[in-house]
C-alpha cells in the first residue's frame, strides 16, 4: 500500500493508494505496517511532512519526492530550469497527459493559487500562469481598500455584481474563467479542430469546472499524477 502526500500551500492532502484505488488518509493515523512505500511532492511548508517522513524513517518504510524533469517519456517541460516549475504543476501535467493521451490539454489547478498549464497533442508543455487563487484575489481587495468588503456568505457566480460582494467575487471568478479562455487560444489549431481537454483539481476546481461544457474535475489528479511519476520513474 502506497502513502501518497501533496502538500500545497494552503493544505496537505493525503491518500492510501492499492490495487489502483485511493482511500483517504488520516496522518494523524496512518496504517504503518500496511504502507510500503511513501510518494511525496512539496510545494508547501515541508514541516507539515516531516513528521510523516520521521514516522516512515522509524518504520523502515522507503520515501521518493517527487521531483520535475526535462522530460518524463513523450512528456517535455516548457521550463528551461525545469527545478522552479511547481512539481504540483508537474504532476497535474503527467496526469492529464496519461489520462488523456494523444489529446492537447489545459490543466487547471485551483489552489491558493490558481495554474493554468497547457500541454500540445504530443506532450510537450507549452506553458501556463500562475495567477492568484479565488480566495487570495477577495482577500487581497478586502484587506488593501477601505469600501470594498466580502459578507462570507455570497457564491461566486459569472453574473454581473450588483454589490460590492457579488462585484468582489464575481469578478475573481470571472478573471479566472478568462485566463483559462486564454489559454484555449494558445492551442486552436485551425487545420485539424483539435479536442482540447479541460482538466480541473484543487479546492476550486470543481467551481471552475461547472463554468466550462466538456471539462473535467478530478480531485485526486495530483495524486494521479505522484502515483505515475513513481511509476514512470527510475526510482531504483
Ligand atoms: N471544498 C473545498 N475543499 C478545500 N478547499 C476548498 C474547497 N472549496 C474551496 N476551497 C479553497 O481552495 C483552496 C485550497 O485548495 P487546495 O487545492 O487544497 O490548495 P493548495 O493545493 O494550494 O494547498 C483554499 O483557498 C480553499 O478556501
Ligand atoms: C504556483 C504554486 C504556488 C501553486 O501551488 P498551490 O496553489 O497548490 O499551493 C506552485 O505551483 C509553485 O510553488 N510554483 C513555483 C513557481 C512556478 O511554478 O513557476
Ligand atoms: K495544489
Known amino acids: 500500500m502506497r502513502l501518497l502526500i501533496d502538500v500545497g500551500n494552503t493544505s496537505l492532502k493525503a491518500v492510501l493508494w492499492h490495487n489502483e484505488q485511493a482511500q483517504p488518509a488520516d496522518i494523524n493515523d496512518l ?3 500496511q504502507i510500503t512505500e511513501v510518494i511525496y511532492a512539496c510545494v508547501g511548508r515541508s514541516d507539515l511532512l516531516n513528521d510523516v517522513l520521521a514516522q516512515a524513517a522509524s ?4 520515501c521518493f519526492e517527487a521531483k520535475v524533469t526535462k522530460t518524463l517519456g513523450n512528456l517535455v517541460c516548457a521550463y528551461e530550469h525545469v527545478a522552479n516549475l511547481g512539481i504540483d504543476r508537474w504532476l497535474a501535467l503527467i496526469a492529464g497527459f496519461t489520462l488523456y ?3 492537447a490539454c489545459i490543466v487547471v489547478d485551483a489552489g ?4 493554468i498549464d497547457v500541454l500540445n497533442s504530443e506532450g510537450l508543455h507549452l506553458g501556463g500562469w500562475i495567477l492568484p487563487g479565488l480566495d487570495l484575489m477577495t482577500s487581497s481587495l478586502t484587506q488593501n481598500t477601505q469600501r470594498v468588503f466580502d459578507d462570507g456568505k455570497t457564491p461566486f457566480t459569472n453574473e454581473l455584481g450588483k ?7 464575481n469578478g475573481a471568478l470571472v478573471a479566472t474563467i478568462g485566463a483559462i479562455e486564454q ?9 485539424t479542430e483539435q479536442k482540447v481537454q479541460i482538466i480541473f ?3 476550486y476546481g470543481l467551481l471552475l469546472q461547472q463554468q466550462f461544457e466538456g471539462s473535467i474535475f478530478d ?3 495530483v495524486m494521479k499524477g505522484l502515483n505515475y511519476w513513481y511509476e514512470l520513474t527510475e526510482t531504483v
Open 163 to 169: 454589490n460590492t460582494p457579488n462585484g468582489l467575487k
Open 183 to 191: 489559454a484555449k487560444l494558445h492551442l486552436t489549431d485551425k487545420k
Open 31 to 33: 496504517p504503518w505496517l
Open 59 to 62: 518504520n523502515n518504510i522507503i
Open 219 to 221: 480531485s485526486l489528479l
Open 101 to 103: 493521451p494523444n489529446t
Open 112 to 115: 491558493t493559487a490558481t495554474t
Open 201 to 203: 483539481a484543487g479546492g
